[in-house]
């Protein structure tokens, strides 16, 4: 009972991670991204990669899944999804769905389509026994990494320089822009970090997700009901919401296996109904 | 006194009768379009090799034709639209697997039973912004797949439902293995239903879809009944779907998990931007232009033809999906000639943000 607890937070915190970006691209920015798995993806690739072709640590490979989806992110940001800040939910749903089917053809192309395993280094695997519970090591270590994550974010976010700057942009892009922010470098360097969370979410989840090309798709219905859900004027409705979400699905899973996916598809449309502004967002 | 060149029009007896003559030149048929069906129509015997691709196309046509009542009219937007094209396609496969082989009374199960379920979903619609919509069409279609994979004893689940075995069309017209029959009977539905769909966006009621989708802030100013409209179009929409899935199901005599498929409904949205949403003939065109670009590229790379969709699905954002609708409304110079003289008389207002 304990123990599906601990795996339901450390799955929720790991959607959390992937999902952070996408809160802010989404929820912030008002741009529908249904891409935003395909960061998450390439960066669970650079993992596997790195670790199966040329043998470096799983740690190492940690920093390039956040770097290189982040430069990725950065680059499309700047020649693609700039134009389409001000355009109809329409087109930006469209315009994602085919970045989507670009990425997960051309993942299928270079690196076949079946599941990439990753090999974790010994000390993050088995269990050990806390207080009774039997808790998995790679799972704390998940825990741990992204609760640090967390605090980071939502410091970065509320307290510094940056924070202000970008939730001044969010707001208002016009006046911020006339208080003399400059908007499009705060938004591409937010999409870039976001890019590059889910990077980093994604090479931390190849081993509890898997990993194989229509990832961007199976999962893109997860991050959106974190966003969705948990209502985009704070970090922490997200937050709560990953954890929620990821405590129910585990234990749905392994409670009652036959109803599956259903559980959280039916409260996810419930929620909505009720509060279409998310659950613990204030409506505007 | 400088007289105000509005105010000698500006006394409109005329608004409604305008309005009413519009729609009535609206309504008729034009050279062009009876052409495109005649040509349809005359695939059946110049093409009798292609009519299994041809069926495909009539009910992805028929597709699309539905999802544009909803987007291009009402301006829903919808990423779950394959919901009602599966339920619409299991209805009919399980009518027929139990001895109801008639196909006529399996697409009008499938219609009503696709509506019902348009109907009570559509109050889901109703409210919030566009994005929760998105994720509650989604979300509806993820849990009728989620129902259809569970419920294996009667969908067949992962395998898919097997055994349909359909009787002839009006008890006359043996479904045969080129899909001759198939294809006339699959053609037959759309283009009756889509005469339907013509006399509806063409009458009042449609005009108030349109409404609707540009400002609905002002529709109910004015006194259009906006979620009524909405119910309305969704279930019709709704039934339309229901239809193109019952056709799949009963021409190909199979259904699987796929109908319900995430894909399917993103497909769909490709199929009416090809065409162009908001005008009729956009679906059907979109219909025809995906299946030669999808039979082209899966010819050619068999594996990897969705990365070619998603390209064009890119470009065609990056470019402007309008550009392409309004340059096939600009070859149509006698209609916007007509309108131009009198279109000062009827002020219109762009879409604001509500």
Not at chain 2, 49 to 64: Q, S, V
Request: with cysteine; net charge positive; aromatic share 10%.
């Amino acid at each position: 009972m304990l123990t599906i607890l601990f795996d339901g937070i450390a799955y929720g915190m790991l959607l959390f991670v992937l999902a952070c970006g996408l809160a802010v691209t989404l929820g912030l920015m008002n741009f529908v991204n249904l891409a935003h798995g395909a960061f998450a993806m390439a960066g669970g690739y650079v993992t596997a990669v790195l670790m199966n072709r040329y043998g470096m640590p799983f740690l190492a490979t940690l920093p390039l899944a956040f770097i290189v989806p982040a430069f990725v992110g950065l680059a499309l940001e700047r020649t693609l999804y700039k134009q389409l800040y001000a355009r109809s939910h329409l087109d930006q749903v469209l315009f994602s769905i085919g970045l989507v089917f670009m990425a997960v053809a051309a993942v299928d192309y270079a690196m076949g389509s079946q599941q990439q395993l990753i090999q974790l280094p010994g000390w993050l695997q088995g269990r050990v026994e806390v207080l009774g519970i039997q808790v998995g090591l790679y799972r704390s270590f998940i825990i741990a990494i992204c609760g640090v994550l967390v605090v980071v974010l939502q410091l970065i976010l509320s307290k510094t320089r940056f924070g202000s700057r970008l939730r001044a942009a969010v707001d208002d892009p016009r006046v911020a822009r006339g208080l003399g922010i400059n908007v499009g470098l705060i938004f591409a360097t937010t999409f870039a970090v976001g890019s590059g969370l889910a990077g980093l979410g994604g090479a931390l989840g190849a081993e509890i997700l898997g990993l194989d090309p229509t990832f961007p798709l199976k999962f893109m219905i997860y991050f959106l009901i974190v966003v969705t859900v948990g209502g985009t004027t704070t970090i922490t409705g997200p937050f709560l919401a990953s954890l929620i979400l990821g405590i129910a699905d585990v234990a749905g899973k392994y409670y009652v296996p036959s109803l599956g996916a259903f559980i959280i598809y039916t409260l996810m449309i419930v929620v909505l109904i009720l509060r279409p502004q998310g659950l613990f967002a204030r409506a505007r | 006194m400088p007289a105000d060149p509005i105010a000698k029009t500006a006394v409109p007896p005329s608004t409604a009768d305008f309005v009413r003559r519009s729609l009535v030149r609206k309504g008729r048929w034009g050279v062009a379009e009876i052409g495109f069906w005649a040509v349809a129509a005359a695939t059946l015997f110049l093409l009798p090799e292609r009519h299994l691709i041809l069926n495909e196309i009539a009910i992805i046509g028929l597709f699309a034709l539905s999802l544009d009542l909803i987007l291009g009219y009402a301006g829903i937007v919808s990423l779950g639209h394959a919901a009602f094209f599966g339920f619409g396609a299991y209805m009919a496969g399980i009518l027929a697997k139990h001895g109801f082989a008639d196909p006529l009374l399996g697409l009008v199960v499938s219609a009503l039973a696709a509506a019902l379920l348009g109907f009570v979903t559509s109050f889901l619609v109703l409210r919030g912004t566009d994005l929760t919509k998105l994720m509650v069409t989604l979300g509806v279609a993820l849990v009728l797949g989620e129902i259809a994979n569970q419920a294996s004893w009667v969908t067949g689940g992962a395998d898919g439902l097997q055994g349909i075995s359909m009787g002839p069309v009006l008890g006359l017209f043996e479904f045969d293995i080129f899909g001759t029959t198939a294809y006339a009977y699959s053609l037959t539905v759309t283009f009756l239903l889509f005469i339907v769909a013509r006399r509806i966006v063409v009458s009042p009621f449609g005009l108030s879809l349109r409404s609707i989708r540009d400002n609905p802030l002002r529709a109910r100013a004015v006194g259009i009944p906006v979620n009524r409209r909405l119910v309305a179009v969704y279930t019709l929409a709704a039934a339309y779907a229901g239809v193109a899935g019952a056709l799949l199901a009963q021409t190909t005599q199979f259904v699987s998990l796929d109908v319900l498929a995430f894909h399917r409904s993103a497909d769909i949205m490709l199929v009416l931007v090809i065409g162009g949403a908001g005008y009729l003939y956009g679906g059907l065109l979109g219909a025809i232009g995906f299946k030669v670009l999808q039979d082209i590229l899966s010819a050619w790379t068999p594996q990897y033809w969705q990365f070619w969709i998603g390209l064009i699905l890119v470009v065609l954002v990056l470019v402007g999906r309008e550009r392409l609708t309004d340059k096939a409304k600009a070859l149509r110079p006698r209609s916007r000639g007509r309108l131009a003289g009198q279109a000062k008389v009827l002020p219109t207002t762009t879409a604001g943000e509500v």
